[in-house]
């Protein structure tokens, strides 16, 4: 039963969400509201997620099926999530050619990338409780990781592998070595 709960779950993931970071609530959703995982270890896939080569979508799917129900579940969830974007990607190809240059067309790329914007600022919103402590107090060496990320890919144009390279070692310095909370 839970392997077919993870195969409709990520089958709905994967026809509702633009991908990427978009699909991180409708996951968080899903995974919370079937008692797969916490909030905790949702926020931990989505940061293993994020580091390890691959899409997101399909990352966390193979963790939370994983988690929920070994390599069974994870070959669910991934049948799962790319079982809609293969069928919408064929169609789309077939139907491309006829509104590439259609001006309908543009507009509601218009419309979508806001939208697409406005999802990745609700993942950022929702995750910031991972940034509290254990009092509800600001997490400094998380805050100061993640300026010191935008610092290194705004200011010193640092490629993304390396400050997840560096943010992953300073993560681990900070909470694992030195035990910080």
Not at 85 to 91: E, G, N, R
Request: negative net charge; contains cysteine; hydrophobic residues 55%.
């Amino acid at each position: 039963m839970v392997l077919l709960e993870l195969l409709w779950s990520f089958v709905k993931i994967g026809f509702t969400s633009f991908g990427g970071l978009s699909m991180i609530p409708l996951i968080t959703s899903e995974v919370l509201s079937h008692g797969w995982m916490t909030a905790g270890e949702v926020s931990d896939i989505v940061a293993i997620a994020e580091m390890t080569p691959g899409p997101l979508g399909l990352n966390c799917a193979t963790f939370a099926g994983i988690h929920a129900a070994g390599i069974p579940g994870a070959v669910m969830a991934n049948l799962g999530v790319l079982s809609p974007t293969l069928t919408l990607c064929a169609v789309a190809a077939v139907f491309f050619e006829h509104v590439k240059n259609n001006k309908y067309m543009e507009h509601i790329l218009v419309g979508v990338r806001p939208a697409c914007l406005g999802m990745i600022v609700g993942v950022m919103c929702s995750l910031y409780t991972n940034y509290l402590g254990a009092a509800g107090n600001v997490n400094l060496p998380a805050v100061a990781i993640g300026g010191l990320d935008l610092f290194l890919l705004l200011k010193c144009r640092l490629g993304v592998p390396a400050v997840i390279g560096i943010s992953a070692l300073l993560g681990l310095l900070c909470f694992g070595v030195l035990g910080w909370q």
